[in-house]
């Protein structure tokens, strides 16, 4: 990975963007984007845990400031965080079959016709099939920065990819999902294979989500350990202390020590 | 009320056991039986907000560990806690049609038919009729005492009783619910006007709950602030930190100031 700018934030987060250089094999030129941040105690000798925070499939610069929230939330409590362009997103070249995937959607929603099984698959495996490999890789990378350490956590916007990463990637100790639907069938089956702990945030009224599909891939998971924490408000409405919830999760199970004492 | 013992726990938090008094024209011989805990710091200069603790239907002989332990944690965060015998649990005197229900449910479930709308009426109603009252009652000899203040949450252990006391009594301010099926249809009409914020529990694999109509009755509440924290687990199994993202709902609700400051 290469770091391509790095500030400092008025609460003394780092602030680095970065490019994920090509894995072998896979040509990535010119590299997929990326920011990382981490908190102002975070050194060598005090390595952070991680947090994957993989954003909604809107492009980092939409997604910027709900990301940083998140990210500097986070670092209160003594994690770094990371995310990572998705395919298909920001500047990145568009995924042909996924296109024509959002056509299909868009016009069976609009006829009122309901959408396929097949549609929904050409929708979202595609993405999960490249992200998933894409978010290992910046793993590797950024677990071999000596002020990142351990455990490692994933929060994140496409409920699928997360899913997918949680069953293939034993480096992710547990997760924060946020329920969606368009759901595809073969996700439910590896959703039975999750065994980390699971923190699932679901919006109760939100539009455009299927609340008993969220429910059914919530009752999947084979994790021992999973929560679910339904509040109202649409999509975006998620309330400050719902991603208190989430932070307190990440804390009881990546076990970070708080960068600084909150009261 | 009368106090009938007194004892203070190795915590500090004061545990006073009293009956309560026959209110007009509601003869209660030999009065309802009640606990009172209080944090160590409550005193007439800062007295303390309180949380009605309501029982599961199981006397609270046996309810006694999990209601104390609910108190003693409330304490720590200021609380001061108050639970009562329900009407027909423990020595109190059975209430005859409920006693007639509860065999009627039986032979349903052991027949394997569907448990009817009457049975379920039967069940849940005169105790609700009976136990709203009282609750009533109680808080009216509550907070008549220095160290107790307002505002009054309540954590409970029948979802229908805990439904109508936050339409009737408007002197709750915010309400922990424990979902649980068996819920008359009237109690859902209760529901939508229930307005006060609510966090409700639900125990995923409880093997005497109808998860749907748990999530029905969720989705009935007319709140505009309600949160649903689903574990997995069965119905006593409520995790440790399910049990502290509730003391949490009470803090940001009835903003008490911490008796003890927490790490």
Chains 1, 2 share one sequence.
């Not at 000798?45 to 809107?58: K, T």
């Not at 946020?178 to 294979?193: L, N």
């Not at 084979?222 to 339904?230: C, D, V, W």
Request: aromatic share 6%; net charge negative; glycine share 8%.
């Amino acid at each position: 990975m290469h770091v391509t700018s790095e500030r400092r934030l008025d609460d003394g987060v780092r602030e680095r963007t970065f490019t994920l250089d090509d894995a072998p094999g896979v040509p990535r030129t010119p590299g997929i984007p990326g920011i990382l941040w981490t908190p102002a105690s975070a050194a060598a000798s005090a390595p952070a845990p991680l947090i994957l925070q993989s954003p909604p499939p809107l492009g980092l610069r939409t997604a910027y400031p709900r990301l940083a929230a998140r990210a500097r939330h986070a670092a209160e409590d003594g994690f770094a965080s990371a995310t990572l362009e998705l395919p298909g997103s920001g500047d990145r070249p568009r995924i042909p079959a996924t296109e024509q995937a959002v056509a299909d959607l868009r016009q069976a929603l609009e006829a009122g016709r309901p959408v396929s099984d097949e549609i929904v698959d050409a929708l979202v495996l595609p993405l999960v099939d490249r992200a998933v490999p894409e978010w290992q890789a910046a793993l590797d990378a950024l677990l071999t920065l000596p002020e990142i350490g351990g455990p490692v956590g994933y929060s994140g916007g496409v409920i699928s990819i997360g899913t997918r990463l949680a069953v293939v990637e034993p480096r992710i100790s547990a997760a924060v999902l946020f329920a969606g639907s368009f759901v595809p069938r073969a996700i439910f089956e590896e959703a039975r294979q999750v065994t980390i702990p699971l923190h699932v945030l679901l919006q109760w009224d939100d539009e455009g989500n299927d609340r008993q599909a969220a429910l059914n891939l919530f009752d999947a998971f084979g994790s021992a350990e999973k929560t679910l924490h339904a509040n109202m408000g649409g999509h975006t409405g998620v309330p400050p202390f719902a991603a208190d919830a989430a932070a307190q999760f990440f804390t009881r199970h990546l076990r970070a020590r708080p960068a600084v004492m909150r009261g």
